[in-house]
Each structure stands twice: as C-alpha cells, then as structure tokens.
C-alpha cells in the first residue's frame, strides 16, 4: 500500500482527533467558568438585638473580610422579631434570617423555603410579664386577660404553651397583637394585662419599670437559629458554609471577649449595662450545632401550634421539622475547625 494511501485514511481519524479534543477542551472551559460564576454578587444577611452573635458578626465585618478577595459585597437588614425575619426570607430581601426554632416552623409550614442551619443561642429570651403591682401571679390568672403578644415569634408559641399546660387556649385570654417594643409599652402604660415578652425589651421593663416575670420555663424557649433559604443553598453551598464560617468566629470572639462583647452589645443595642449584663446571664452561646435537641423542643411546640391552629391540624409535624433542620453545614464548618486546631 502507497505512502499517499495511508495518509488519506489516517486523515479522516485525525480530523476526528481534533474535533473531539476541541468539544472536550471547549466543554472543560465552559465549565470551569461556569464553577467560576457559580458565586452570588452579593449576600445579604438580617442582624437582630435578640441574635447577640449577629452583632459581633456586623461589627467586626468578618464575612466582608472574607469575601473581599471574591468580589462579594455583604448587605445587612435589622429584623425586630422572628415573623420579621421571616417575611424577609420569603420576600428574598435577605439570603440568612434569625428567627427562634419553633418559629422557623411556622414559616416552614406555612410554605416558607427555608432550611435552619445554625444555633446563634440557647436563650431564655421570652417570659410572661406583668407589672410590678399586677395580682396575676399564675398563669390560669391570665383567663379573660389582655395580652400583648407578636404573633409568629417565639413568645407567641411561649405563650400558647403555657396556656395549654394550665388547661387554657388562646380563646381564653383577649390577645392583643402588637409587635415587640409595642409590647413592652402597652404594658407598662397599662393597656394590657400581661405581655408575651422578648429580651432585651423584657430585661429593660424588669430592671428600668420593676415588670414582674411571673411565668418563667427554659424548656419552652426555642433555640435561635440561623436559616438560609433554599434557593440561595442550592446555588451556593460553599458559600453558606463561608457564612457560618464567619458566625463561628463571631461566636467564639464573644465567647473569649465576654467583657468587649457586652460593650458591643450594649453599644450597638443602645441599652444600659446593667440591661444587657441581665440579658446575657440568660443566653448560652457555647454550642452551636443543630440536631436532635432542637428537633425535640421545636417538635413539641409544633404539637400545640396545631391545637391552637396556627399551622395546619392535618400537617406532618415531624416531617416538617425534619425538612427544617439541615445539620450538614455547621458539622462541616464544625469538623474544619477541629482539623485545623
């Protein structure tokens, strides 16, 4: 066979060569720009003065530290309570909202697409509160009462399991819906008989007005947590981690500054010491993995939520916590921190 012979078969297998080394060179370069692009232009997080960790975090602008040299701007929104918070996630005005546990689960279950992917605290934040010369004393007193509550927050869910565990429904009590810092005055000037409370509010009527905590339970407290929507963990995994890579250094900077950080705290707040000292005293920032312990407490909120119709009677209470609750981000963060100590 002639020279010329074979160099016309081996051109067609060359030229097919090429062409396949060009699609696979082009498809490598299309998707390392895509892994390029896959990072969002800004992200956008709330700060709450009932999430201390938030503060620390804005403050010291440990995200923006971190994301600087990506080209990824931070956007900071105030949340004044969990159903705030909330409304923010569901809006997209925020990518990461503050809320308590068990009212993540009511955003949940009311088609909110959110995950809870971070403990901020294990606070005793909520209590029931009257003023200093009320005669209520007990819960069962609160029958045919005025109450100023925030619907959607964790002192509402306080409130309900409260009523429930000496026999009453919210039926029982005339509910006053006001927002917190509402709350707080509607008390004080004697509008209302009683308030669902929320620190720091709650702390600044018992020390500054003498309001008495008549009803105090830790145990129906719901953890704070962190939640990012669905949508922007989708997209962004690594990025959710940086997030809670930056809570972490926040947490653990007020761990190890307790007196900067009440300072900060009380600075960024606007409170007296005395106020936040008070509210820290009743704040544990020591642990922050999500799991089975808040899966129970919220659970258990979920069980009277549905009794007082507040979330659908017929739902999967366990399901919904279950599709909540995304321990995955903070057990990586967690485990990195470990293996680089």
Not at 120 to 130: D, G, I, K, M, N
Not at 167 to 176: A, P, R, S, Y
């Amino acid at each position: 066979m002639s020279n010329q012979k074979l160099n016309n078969q081996k051109r067609p297998r060359l030229a097919l060569l090429v062409a396949v080394l060009i699609i696979i060179n082009a498809a490598m370069s299309a998707s390392c720009s895509r892994r390029a692009s896959v990072k969002p232009a800004i992200i956008r997080l709330d700060y709450a003065y009932y999430n201390p960790v938030s503060l620390v975090l804005k403050d010291k602008k440990f995200l923006e530290q971190d994301l600087a040299s990506d080209g990824i701007s931070v956007e900071w929104t105030q949340s004044l309570g969990s159903n705030k918070a909330l409304e923010l996630l569901n809006s997209k005005s925020v990518d990461f909202g503050s809320t308590a546990g068990a009212a993540a689960l009511i955003g949940k279950a009311n088609g909110n697409p959110i995950k809870a992917i971070y403990v901020y605290s294990r606070p005793e934040w909520t209590a029931l509160v009257v003023r200093k010369d009320s005669s209520i004393t007990k819960v069962a007193d609160l029958k045919g009462k005025k109450v100023a509550v925030t619907r959607g927050t964790d002192p509402h869910i306080f409130l309900l399991r409260a009523l429930h565990e000496s026999g009453l429904t919210e039926k029982d009590i005339e509910m006053v819906v006001l927002q917190h810092p509402d709350g707080r005055i509607a008390l004080e000037k004697g509008d209302v008989d009683a308030w669902a409370g929320l620190d720091p509010m709650m702390a600044q009527t018992e020390l500054q007005s003498g309001s008495r905590l008549f009803y105090r339970n830790v145990n129906f407290n719901s953890y704070g947590v962190l939640n990012v929507r669905e949508e922007f963990a989708r997209q962004y995994p690594a990025y959710v981690e940086r997030v809670l890579t930056a809570y972490e250094k926040a947490r653990l900077w007020a761990l190890r500054n307790p007196e900067e950080f009440r300072k900060l705290f009380a600075t960024d707040a606007k409170l007296d010491d005395s106020v936040v000292t008070k509210v820290l005293e009743r704040t544990d920032l020591t642990n922050s993995t999500i799991g089975d312990n808040q899966r129970q407490v919220i659970i258990a909120s979920g069980d009277v939520l549905k009794q007082n119709n507040v979330i659908d009677s017929g739902g999967d209470v366990n399901a919904t916590v279950n599709s909540l609750i995304d321990p995955q981000y903070v057990r990586d963060v967690v485990n990195k921190n470990l293996a680089q100590k």
